[in-house]
T-cell receptor
Framework: GAVVSQHPSWVICKSGTSVKIECRSLDFQATTMFWYRQFPKQSLMLMATSNEGSKATYEQGVEKDKFLINHASLTLSTLTVTSAHPEDSSFYIC???????????FGPGTRLTVL | QKEVEQDPGPLSVPEGAIVSLNCTYSNSAFQYFMWYRQYSRKGPELLMYTYSSGNKEDGRFTAQVDKSSKYISLFIRDSQPSDSATYLCAMSGSNYQLIWGAGTKLIIKP
């Protein structure tokens, strides 16, 4: 399967700071990228869908001003958690989609801990 | 009622047993059905993909879809401790947007 990378894999930050997470599709061009968050022992929760060159579409209840998504190219999307608070601590996972319904490949995830 | 229902488990079985994992759904427009495996603190990886109804086999894994009952299953034969993970079902309609089950935590005891 295709490879999707995320960086960093683990980040600890102080409350009030901003954190940027990168998601890259390494060997294919992703028409669409998705950002999920996952709390312990819970399933994936879709936060937003981003298409290259256009604004992200956020799911209901997700603050777009807090979770800034930029999809600058077909291989890179970034999620910036602005003014992070302890309740933002979670596992953030991106996925990149090629053509077809079975071509959604996931990154390894980023564990964010906000102190 | 959630669009996709999946028992979160945990499901604990002895090594070598046949494992049956299931999901039910309510949206008859779903036509693409997937099973993902997620190890702890890792991203999900696609395990099986099925379009519409029917069976699909890949090694020790068999995926079944019964659209008339809105029920999908994943069977694992000769289960191994390395199969211990959380298994998530996901499905979509023609828009390809995945709707996820809660995930079932599977534990294979040596």
């Amino acid at each position: 399967g295709a490879v999707v990378s995320q960086h960093p894999s683990w980040v600890i930050c102080k409350s009030g700071t901003s954190v940027k997470i990168e998601c890259r599709s390494l060997d294919f061009q992703a028409t669409t990228m998705f950002w999920y968050r996952q709390f312990p022992k819970q399933s994936l929760m879709l936060m937003a869908t981003s298409n290259e060159g256009s604004k992200a579409t956020y799911e209901q209840g997700v603050e777009k001003d807090k979770f800034l998504i930029n999809h600058a190219s077909l291989t890179l999307s970034t999620l910036t958690v602005t003014s992070a608070h302890p309740e933002d601590s979670s596992f953030y996972i991106c996925s990149a989609k090629g053509q077809g319904p079975d071509t959604q490949y996931f990154g390894p995830g980023t564990r964010l801990t906000v102190l | 009622q959630k669009e996709v229902e999946q028992d979160p488990g945990p499901l604990s079985v002895p090594e070598g047993a046949i494992v049956s994992l299931n999901c039910t759904y309510s949206n008859s427009a779903f036509q693409y059905f997937m099973w993902y495996r997620q190890y702890s603190r890792k991203g999900p990886e696609l395990l099986m993909y099925t379009y519409s109804s029917g069976n699909k086999e890949d090694g020790r894994f068999t995926a079944q879809v019964d659209k008339s009952s809105k029920y999908i299953s994943l069977f694992i034969r000769d289960s191994q401790p390395s199969d211990s993970a959380t298994y998530l079902c996901a499905m979509s309609g023609s828009n390809y947007q995945l709707i996820w089950g809660a995930g079932t935590k599977l534990i294979i005891k040596p």
